[in-house]
Nanobody, 127 residues
Framework: QAQLVESGGGLVQAGGSLRLTCAAS????????MAWFRQAPGKEREFVAI????????NYVASVKGRFTISRDNAKNTVYLQMNTLKPEDTAVYYC????????????????????WGQGTQVTVSS
């Protein structure tokens, strides 16, 4: 059974960094575009970033551009989200997701595009 498991969340001060990891199992996800979403308390789930199957294409929500970097290692069936210069407004549960497509530019923010989801990892940024 396909499974996505996130790790790497935690508590960090504003300006700090965290690296999230999404470990995929149960199938080979090299043919899936992979993405990160987040959901803050009382808010809807929000798209953060997406990476193509080969890793050559990426897309980010405007609020994280220049601070976050999504990457993948298909040999390890793993996706990463490097988060730098964190802000209190980045506080949320972060979810990994997989879509059975090569890449999505416009439309990547649509949660219905994704076939698999992880359980999430909490990121808390203190001011």
């Amino acid at each position: 059974q396909a499974q996505l498991v996130e790790s790497g969340g935690g508590l960090v001060q504003a300006g700090g960094s965290l690296r999230l990891t999404c470990a995929a199992s149960g199938r080979t996800f090299s043919s899936y575009a992979m993405a990160w979403f987040r959901q803050a308390p009382g808010k809807e789930r929000e798209f953060v970033a997406i990476i193509s199957t080969t890793g050559s294409l990426t897309n980010y929500v405007a609020s994280v551009k220049g601070r976050f970097t999504i990457s993948r290692d298909n040999a390890k069936n793993t996706v990463y989200l490097q988060m730098n210069t964190l802000k209190p407004e980045d506080t949320a549960v972060y979810y990994c997701a997989a879509a059975r497509i090569a890449f999505a530019g416009s439309g990547s923010e649509n949660a219905n595009l994704y076939d698999y989801w992880g359980q999430g990892t909490q990121v808390t940024v203190s001011s």
